[in-house]
């Protein structure tokens, strides 16, 4: 078997047989946080969002998955885990749950797939530093930045008039992937579109100069798996 192959290709090849695709509507809750886990989910079309609400009401988005992608928010092969976020559906989905038990099962008696979750874990692990390091060292403005280049990363098509962002998202929601307020995020977007940076129209951002969202950011141009809301 190809020693490249991607663990959530691994994953569907062993249970793509096995389990019913599930249709979920937009707005459903997937898990929330704490709650005991029953399964990992493998998402086959749609986006969701996975993250946590603070005991203050204040919403944040930690990232958003999408077709080919998988959620396992746990810590693997503990006994009686929680799940550490919860998870929305943004749009309608169709996804497969598998029991965790027989996930966990299969990571541990296929040799491939182990080695499949180890660079599929390194992955996350860098990307999640990465988006550390931007929030960090570049304030709010960076970190507005920085999201706005991961969303072309990961849901980037090129038009006539720049990268349009495929994926619906409010002012609010952008403010939830950013960890900050609704209003500090709206002077940002106005100051942007002033400087025809992006605009914004039925919901969807188009990035009309990346290069100076890079250049005010320092990006050090990582690759798509690197750079990516996921």
Known sequence: MDK??????????NFIDKETIQKIKADTILFQEDEYVQNTYIILSGSVSVGRVHMKGKEFILKILNGEEMIIEYELFKHTPRYHFSAKSL?????LMIKREQFEEFILNDKTAMNA????????????QMKCQDLIMNGKKGGLYSILIRLCNSYGVMTDEGILIDLPLTHQELANLTYGTREVIQRML??????DIISYDQLKFTVKNLSYLKREVDCQNCSFEICGLN
């Not at 490249?4 to 090849?13: A, P, V």
């Not at 979750?117 to 999640?128: D, G, H, Q």
């Open 4 to 13: 490249n192959i991607s663990l959530y290709s691994l994953i569907l090849q």
């Open 117 to 128: 979750m180890v660079n599929w874990l390194s992955t996350r692990y860098l990307k999640a």
């Open 91 to 95: 749009t309608d989905c169709e996804v």
């Open 190 to 195: 106005k100051e942007l579109r002033e400087k």
